[in-house]
């Protein structure tokens, strides 16, 4: 019994990852949760409830957790600065990250790091890093993070660097390696600013992923008595 109150209290209490946000946020001007955000809920509620936590493995992913340094360091030689990976933990009452990539509070902004797979799927222009950020989530992503920083302007920077051999043995080559390309072109950056509209829409959607997630929390507990 009190193992279930402790998990109620959690689920109570639920808060969304920054990089999860677009899991929860279709149709955010509507009052109700869309079957894919109750199924990213009951998600979180099972990891909550069985005590596990589900690995994100893929290709991608893995290069951009391995070569951020790479990507800062080239962002860093375009734009003459001397960032280094913000190591932030933080959360509000509705939002959670383990870390924005850059914390900039002199100029009152957020610049995440996004470190693209290849040449090919780099974004040239800023034209297409915008389409290609708004088909992944990451405006709503950054708008969490000004949220919990409390910054008032954020970044995308998309950065081309070495894919490490291992990733990318059975693919092109020349896709792969960067010293052919100069600096200039290996960095695209694209803009955002603070929207408290937005931000209020999203903190509404997580009160309700949290009434839904309590909803699911009891139907388990009613198929176990």
């Known amino acids: 019994m009190k193992d279930q109150e402790k998990i109620l209290k959690l689920i109570k209490n639920l808060k969304i990852r920054c990089s999860s946000i677009s899991k929860v946020s279709a149709y955010l001007a509507k009052n109700?949760?869309?079957?894919?955000a109750k199924t990213y809920i009951e998600e979180l509620v099972d990891q909550i409830?069985?005590?596990?936590?589900?690995?994100?493995?893929?290709?991608?992913?893995?290069?951009g957790h391995i070569m951020e340094d790479d990507s800062i360091v080239i962002y860093n030689s375009v734009?003459?600065?001397?960032?280094?990976?913000?190591?932030?933990?933080?959360?509000n009452d509705y939002l959670t990250t383990e870390s924005c990539d850059i914390d900039?509070?002199?100029?009152d902004?957020?610049?995440?790091?996004?470190?693209s797979w290849s040449k090919k799927t780099f974004p040239k222009t800023k034209?297409?890093?915008?389409?290609d950020a708004k088909k992944a989530g990451y405006p709503l992503q950054i708008q969490g993070y000004m949220s919990i920083f409390k910054r008032k302007k954020a970044e995308i920077a998309f950065c081309l660097v070495d894919t490490p051999e291992g990733l990318c043995q059975y693919e092109n080559q020349t896709m792969h390696v960067m010293d052919d390309v100069d600096d200039q072109f290996r960095v695209t950056r694209i803009q955002y600013?603070?929207?408290?509209?937005?931000?209020?829409q999203i903190y509404a959607r997580v009160e309700l992923c949290?009434?839904?997630?309590?909803?699911?929390?009891?139907?388990?507990?009613?198929?176990?008595?």
Not at 127 to 131: D, G, H, L, Q, S
């Open 127 to 131: 034209k297409n890093a915008y389409a």
């Open 79 to 91: 734009f003459f600065t001397n960032y280094v990976k913000a190591e932030k933990p933080s959360s």
């Open 210 to 225: 949290r009434i839904y997630a309590v909803e699911y929390f009891n139907e388990i507990i009613a198929d176990h008595v």
């Open 109 to 115: 902004k957020i610049i995440d790091i996004k470190t």
């Open 32 to 36: 109700e949760l869309p079957v894919g």
């Open 104 to 107: 900039d509070e002199k100029l």
């Open 193 to 200: 600013d603070h929207d408290p509209v937005l931000e209020a």
């Open 49 to 63: 409830v069985y005590k596990f936590d589900e690995d994100i493995n893929s290709k991608y992913f893995e290069k």
